[in-house]
Each structure stands twice: as C-alpha cells, then as structure tokens.
C-alpha cells in the first residue's frame, strides 16, 4: 500500500488537510486505477514557523516535502520513469491545488522503495 508523508509548514496545511488528503489520495488512483483507493495512506506532518532550515537559515516558507513508499519492484519495471513521473507529477498537481501554486517549482516528492510485503506493497 502506498505511504504518503508530507512535511509542510504548518500555516499551508491548516484548513487544508481534507483537500490535500483527497487529493493526493486520487494522484495515486488516477495512476493505478480505484482499486488502490483505500490502501492509500497519507501522513500530513506540520512545522512549526522557524522549525525548517534551508541552508543554514531558518527557511521563509518552504515548499511541501513529500516521502512516498512505494514498493521497490515499481522501480525496476520498464515503464517505472512513466509511472513515477505521473505519480510525482500528481502529487505536486494536488500540492499546488490545496495550498497553492506557490509551492509548484519547489515542491520535492523523493520515492523510497520498500521490500515486498513491506508497508508500501504496491505493484
């Protein structure tokens, strides 16, 4: 099943949080059909203003993060740079959607490769 945690500051998620997991639920379905729906986890993990560094320096207003587990055979498929990008290319969409286009050309989605059986267990 696929695990999405996103790290934002805490001013872009509040009041957003319903929108945002709705979406990103249905990035990942629009990519491998309903039947994943209700495996879709998403964590929306909120910092605090000052708690996020860029640099060195507390960062003004970071864009969202997003950790998505994903099985690990995903990566070896030969379609898996079609499959990630519509899968980071979604995300981001529903990033931009529920806290604005600001965050679009920053916004960071890294994919970890879990084991089979593992949490993320997704084909």
């Given amino acids: 099943m696929p ?3 996103v790290h934002a500051p805490e001013s872009d998620l509040a009041g957003r949080e319903a929108a945002l997991i709705a979406g990103l639920t249905d990035a990942v379905v629009a990519v491998y059909g309903d039947w994943i729906r209700e495996s879709v986890q998403v964590l929306l993990v909120g910092v605090p203003a000052g708690r996020w560094g860029i640099g060195g320096r507390p960062a003004e207003g970071p864009a969202p993060l997003v950790t998505f587990g994903i099985r690990a ?3 070896d498929r030969p379609d898996a740079s079609d499959v990630l990008g519509r899968l980071a290319a979604g995300v981001t969409d529903a990033l931009a959607d529920a806290v604005g286009e600001q965050v679009r050309a920053a916004a960071a989605v890294e994919f970890l490769g879990t ?4 949490p993320a267990d997704i084909r």
């Fill in 3 to 5: 695990h999405l945690t």
């Fill in 73 to 75: 055979t995903v990566l």
């Fill in 115 to 118: 084991a089979p059986g593992g």
